[in-house]
């Protein structure tokens, strides 16, 4: 059974920073891309970052550039993003994913439950 499980969710304030990481197992996901996206109320769920599972290559939203960081550890089935300079307009459920080949649409097959960022201003 596949599972995507996150954590390191939470409440911080605007300039702070924040730590997320994503458990897969299931299956040999240390091949796979993996990635973050997220959804805020009333919005569409949107790409953040992704990996592959080699660390090299990389993909970033516009939104995040300079601010996140995206990685993994060696061949893990494991992803965390760093967060920084967080801003109240990143508050948004965030979501794991994992696809062997998600191509340049982001379209992922595996998903977590999420875990809520919450930026106060």
């Known amino acids: 059974q596949v599972q995507l499980v996150e954590s390191g969710g939470g409440l911080v304030q605007a300039g702070g920073s924040l730590r997320l990481s994503c458990v897969a197992s299931?299956?040999?996901?240390?091949?796979?891309?993996m990635g973050w996206f997220r959804q805020a109320p009333g919005k569409e769920r949107e790409f953040v970052a992704h990996?592959?599972?080699?660390?090299?290559?990389?993909a970033y939203a516009d939104s995040v550039k300079g601010r996140f960081t995206i990685s993994r550890e060696g061949a893990k089935n494991t992803v965390d993003l760093q967060m920084n300079s967080l801003i109240p307009e990143d508050t948004a459920v965030y979501y794991c994913?994992?696809?062997?080949?998600?191509?340049?649409?982001?379209?992922?097959?595996?998903w977590g439950q999420g875990t809520q960022v919450t930026v106060s201003s």
């Open positions: 299931g299956r040999a996901f240390s091949t796979y891309f």
């Open positions: 990996i592959d599972g080699y660390g090299q290559t990389i």
């Open positions: 994913a994992a696809d062997e080949a998600p191509g340049s649409d982001y379209v992922y097959d595996y």
